[in-house]
C-alpha cells in the first residue's frame, strides 16, 4: 500500500457517518447557549467574581451535551446515564443553571450561587450537587476519572454508557493528562469521548506562547485516539459531531477538538486576557446582558 | 568483542520471582483474591510492580478484575476514583514514595474529598528499600496522610495484621492508605489475632516503668527491647499505633498516665509522624511532666546508602537501638 493510500484509509478510519439533526434542534442548542451566557452573568453577579469567559469558550458544547447528546433522565443517579466529567471545573457556574433546568437543582439553591452553605461553589462537588459526576478544580484529574469511569462501564457491562470529558486546552500541560491518553488508547475505551475547548488561551496569555500544546490532534492521534475537530460555536456542527462520535463507540477513544474563542458572545471579552477572571458590576452586567440577548 | 556473562549457577544467587517469593508479608494479592471470590467490587491495579508487591497472586486468579496502569501513578489513583463512582473497589498499590509522596494530591483530592472507597497499598515505606536511597524511602508519608480529612490510614506491621486489617476493612465508606513494610517483616500477631483492632492502639506489653509506643517494623524490635529490659527488671509497655487516622491517643494517654515515660519508634521522620500524634494526645489530656523520647529518622537528614536491616540498626530502630534508648532515659546500664 503507498503511503498515499494509507493516508487515505487513515481519514476514512477517522471520518464518523454523518448525522443531521432537524432545525428546531439546532435552535434549541442556541437558546441553551444563550441562557448559561447569561445564567453566567447573573450568578457571578452573587459571586462578586468568576469565569465568564471560560464558560463562554464552550457554550455551545455544554448547551449541545444537554440537548440530547448525552443520555441522562429525571434521576440525576441513574446508572446507565452518561458521566460527564468538568476537568475543566471552573465552567461549573456555566453548568448549574442546566442541572437546575432539568429539575435537578432547586431554583433556590441556583440562587444562592456561592453563597454560605450554599452546595453552589466556583469549582462543582459530586456530593453537594446532585448531577455533578465528578468534584473538580484540580486541572489535570479530569481525563483520568474519566479513564476510570469507561474502563468500569465496561467491565459492568454498561454497553450504553458514554463518558465525556470536557478538557480545557492550557490544561493539556500537565503531565497527568498524558498518563491518562495514553491509558485509554492502550485500554481501547471507545465509551470515552474527550473534547477539548481549543479557546487558544491560558489565564496567562496565548497558549503557545505561554506553553504551547499543540499539535493537539496529533499527540492524541500517537496515544490511539480518534480525531475530529470542529467549530466550537457553530450550534449545527456541534450537535452534529458530538452526536455522531457519541454513537461510534469501537475500540478507540475520541477526541473533538473544538476551535472556540475565549469570551465568546460578548464583544468585549473576546479573546480578552482580562476577563479570564473578572466581576460585571450591574449597569455594566445589564448592557452584557442585553448584547447577549441580541446575538 | 561481545562479553557474555556466566550462567549464574551459586545457590545464593536469586532473580525477581525469588525476592519477591521472600517478601512473605505482602499478603495483599493473596488476601484480596480470596475476598474478591465472594465480593465482585474488589478490583486491583498496580504501576508496572506487580511481582515486587505480590499482586500477581491477584491477576492469576482474576485476571478481569486486575489492571496493570504502567509507571503513572497518579493516572492510577485518579482513575480508581473514578472506578470507585461505578461501585467499584479498588485497591492501588506501589511503593509508597510514588504514592503516599507522589500522588498526595490525588489521594487528598480524587479519594478523600469526594469520600471514595479507594484503597492505597503503599508497600515499601520507610526506608526499607534501603541502598535504592532516598527516592525510594517515604519518610514523610505519615506527616502527610494524617492530616487528610475523611481518610483512614493504617500501618499494620505483619502479615497476619495486614490481613485482617484488609478484610475488617472491605466495606469502609471512604478511603484508606495502608502503609505497609518490604514483605520480610518478622511475625508479630498471630492469624485474626484479637490483639490487632482497627482504630484502636494495639496493647502487646504491659509495664509501667515505660511506655514504648512503636508503629511497623519498629513493634517487633520494640518487644525484643522489652524482653532484654524485662531481664533486668524494667517493664516496658508495648502498643503498636498502627492506626494512624483516626488515632487512639486515649490508650496511650491511659499507659503514659502511669509511667510519665514515652519512647516512640517509628520508620519516618521524627516529626509529624506517631511521636507527633502521641504527644499531641498527652497534651490535650494535660498529663503533666512526662519524659519523652523519639526514635526515627532524625528531622534533617536523608538516610545513608545502605542495606535495610543495617540502616535500622544505625538509627536506633531494631531492638538493640530501642533498648540502648531506653536504659538511657531510665538511666540504667546495660
Known amino acids: 500500500m503507498s503511503s498515499t493510500e494509507r493516508r487515505a484509509e487513515g481519514a476514512a478510519r477517522e471520518a464518523y457517518p454523518q448525522v443531521t439533526v432537524p432545525e428546531e434542534k439546532v435552535r434549541e442548542v442556541v437558546e441553551r447557549a444563550r441562557l448559561i451566557r447569561k445564567e453566567t452573568v447573573r450568578l457571578i453577579g452573587i459571586a462578586k467574581s468568576g469565569h465568564y469567559s471560560s464558560v463562554y469558550s464552550c457554550a455551545e458544547i455544554l448547551a449541545a451535551l444537554y440537548s440530547g447528546v448525552m443520555r441522562l433522565s429525571d434521576d440525576p443517579e441513574w446508572p446507565q446515564r452518561d458521566r460527564l466529567v468538568l476537568s475543566k471545573g471552573h465552567v461549573a457556574v456555566g453548568v448549574y443553571p442546566l442541572l437546575a433546568e432539568r429539575g435537578y437543582l432547586d431554583r433556590e439553591v441556583l440562587d444562592g450561587y456561592t453563597r454560605v452553605g450554599n452546595p453552589l461553589g466556583d469549582h462543582p462537588d459530586m456530593r453537594r450537587v446532585p448531577g455533578i459526576d465528578f468534584s473538580s478544580g484540580s486541572l489535570g484529574h479530569g481525563l483520568s476519572i474519566t479513564v476510570g469511569m469507561a474502563k468500569a462501564a465496561r467491565m459492568r457491562g454498561y454497553d450504553e454508557v458514554r463518558i465525556w470529558a470536557l478538557l480545557g486546552d492550557q490544561e493539556l500541560n500537565e503531565g497527568q493528562i498524558w498518563e491518562a491518553a495514553q491509558a485509554a488508547g492502550h485500554f481501547g475505551l471507545g465509551n470515552l469521548i474527550a473534547i477539548v475547548d481549543r479557546n487558544t488561551m491560558g489565564l496567562d496569555g496565548d497558549t503557545e506562547e505561554v506553553m504551547a500544546v499543540e499539535p493537539i490532534g496529533e499527540k492524541f492521534r500517537a496515544c490511539g485516539w480518534r480525531v475530529s475537530e470542529i467549530d466550537g460555536h457553530d450550534p449545527r456542527a456541534v450537535i452534529e459531531t458530538l452526536t455522531a462520535v457519541g454513537q461510534a463507540g469501537g475500540d478507540r477513544p475520541h477526541c473533538v477538538v473544538a476551535r472556540t474563542v475565549k469570551g465568546k458572545g460578548v464583544a468585549y471579552m473576546e479573546r480578552a486576557r482580562t476577563w479570564h477572571l473578572g466581576y460585571l458590576a450591574p449597569p455594566d452586567a445589564e448592557a452584557t446582558l442585553k448584547e447577549i440577548e441580541a446575538r | ?334
Open chain 2, 1 to 334: 568483542m561481545t562479553y557474555t556473562a556466566p550462567i549464574p549457577s551459586d545457590p545464593r544467587s536469586w532473580d525477581l520471582a525469588t525476592s519477591a517469593k521472600l517478601a512473605k508479608s505482602l499478603v495483599a494479592g493473596q488476601v484480596l483474591a480470596d475476598l474478591a471470590e465472594e465480593d465482585e467490587r474488589i478490583v486491583v491495579l498496580t504501576a508496572d510492580l506487580m511481582y515486587s508487591n505480590r499482586t500477581s497472586d491477584f491477576a492469576e486468579r482474576h485476571p478481569d478484575r486486575f489492571i496493570n496502569v504502567g509507571i503513572a501513578e497518579q493516572n492510577m489513583v485518579t482513575m480508581a476514583a473514578g472506578m470507585a463512582t461505578f461501585g467499584y473497589v479498588p485497591y492501588v498499590s506501589t511503593f509508597a514514595s510514588f504514592i503516599g509522596l507522589l500522588c498526595a494530591e490525588q489521594i487528598r483530592t480524587d479519594l478523600a474529598y469526594p469520600g471514595l472507597p479507594v484503597r492505597v497499598l503503599a508497600h515499601h515505606a520507610g526506608i526499607s528499600l534501603g541502598y535504592y536511597g532516598t527516592s525510594h524511602h517515604a519518610t514523610e508519608d505519615i506527616s502527610i496522610m494524617r492530616s487528610i480529612a475523611g481518610l483512614k490510614a493504617i500501618g499494620p506491621c505483619d502479615a497476619a495484621s495486614a490481613a485482617k486489617a484488609l478484610r475488617a476493612t472491605v466495606d469502609e465508606p471512604g478511603p484508606i492508605y495502608f502503609r505497609l513494610g518490604r514483605g520480610r517483616d518478622p511475625d508479630v500477631y498471630e492469624p485474626d489475632d484479637p490483639r490487632f483492632e482497627v482504630g484502636r492502639v494495639a496493647r502487646l506489653r504491659e509495664g509501667d516503668d515505660l511506655t514504648i509506643v512503636a508503629n511497623g517494623i519498629t513493634v517487633h524490635a520494640a518487644l525484643q527491647a522489652a524482653e532484654a529490659l524485662a531481664a533486668d527488671g524494667i517493664e516496658a509497655a508495648v502498643l503498636d499505633a498502627h492506626t494512624f487516622r483516626p488515632f487512639d491517643g486515649e490508650t496511650v494517654v491511659e499507659y503514659v498516665g502511669r509511667s510519665k515515660r514515652l519512647l516512640v519508634a517509628e520508620e519516618h521522620n521524627v516529626q509529624g509522624g506517631i511521636a507527633s500524634l502521641c504527644v499531641e494526645a498527652i497534651g490535650e489530656a494535660g498529663l503533666g511532666p512526662v519524659q519523652i523520647e523519639r526514635i526515627g529518622m532524625p528531622p534533617d537528614e536523608y538516610a545513608l546508602i545502605g542495606p535495610p536491616y543495617n540502616l535500622y540498626q544505625h538509627y536506633g530502630m531494631d531492638g538493640a537501638g530501642i533498648e540502648r534508648r531506653a536504659r538511657r532515659m531510665l538511666e540504667v546500664a546495660a
